[in-house]
């Protein structure tokens, strides 16, 4: 069977981006009285071919991807929903840890800390444990740390201060990290709900053509936004903070482990009571 080569060039009515479309093809009709039209080949190009034409749709494309109400519409509906869970104060702390969770170095902080216990027993066994706040360091933990440690009563005393300090920083911490992973819960499914409503503006507007671009384009941002939300930016974050959490309690209480033992064995006894404590 022949089959005959003609080139077929069809330009479509519409735009995208302001560059129009045209499709070039090479169809093949068949031998014979019922011979049929075969696309063999082609390309999807803007007219003209130009290069402003592909950057023109480009920008289309971005502009329509980074829409302000579909992109609103799902941050402020996934971070309600993270405060209606966490509360509005676990939403500060979220927004407060984004800089220690580009700026943190737990593993630097973890180093200084195992630096400064060979300082702090070296003071404690040559002046005593009441000396040992009298180290620099520009770590706020270590630095509560060593001024509770050279006026406490007793190890006891110093023991459950830093515990209970140690509890409420993870629990600090847990709040946060809930926040976010709340937010990376939500973003699909406030995603999701601007699909729907997208969809309905689309069959609500089937008597006019003309306005369902932008309900579909709704329906699709939002699912994409929640998507995004959820699997680049929340969840992420959440993992990051997570881990940065699991790191700082853990060379924390290691500090505190060891200076509870440095003070059992300088007798147990920090600082001696003075005599209006002791009355």
Partial sequence: ME???????????????????????????????????????????????????WQRAMSGILVQIFAPLPLLAVFVGAGLIACAQSGFAGARGALAALRPLLMARPDNERDKARALLFRIDAVAELHGLMRTDRLATDHPFIAQALITFANARDGAHFSAWVNQAIADRRARHARVIAFWNAMADAAPAIGMAGTIVGLIGMFAGMHDPATIG?????????TLHGM??????AGPIANRLARLSESELAWQQALADRMIAIGAREGGVIRRPSAREAA
């Fill in 214 to 222: 932008a309900s579909m384009a709704i329906a699709l941002m939002t």
């Fill in 3 to 53: 089959y005959l080569q003609t080139p077929c060039q069809i330009t479509l009515p519409g735009s995208i981006g302001g560059a129009n479309i045209s499709i070039s093809a090479l169809l093949r009709r068949a031998g014979g009285k019922a011979g049929k039209v075969l696309p063999v080949g082609g390309s999807l190009l803007p007219v003209g071919s130009d290069q402003r034409g």
């Fill in 228 to 233: 995004i939300l959820a699997n680049m930016i």
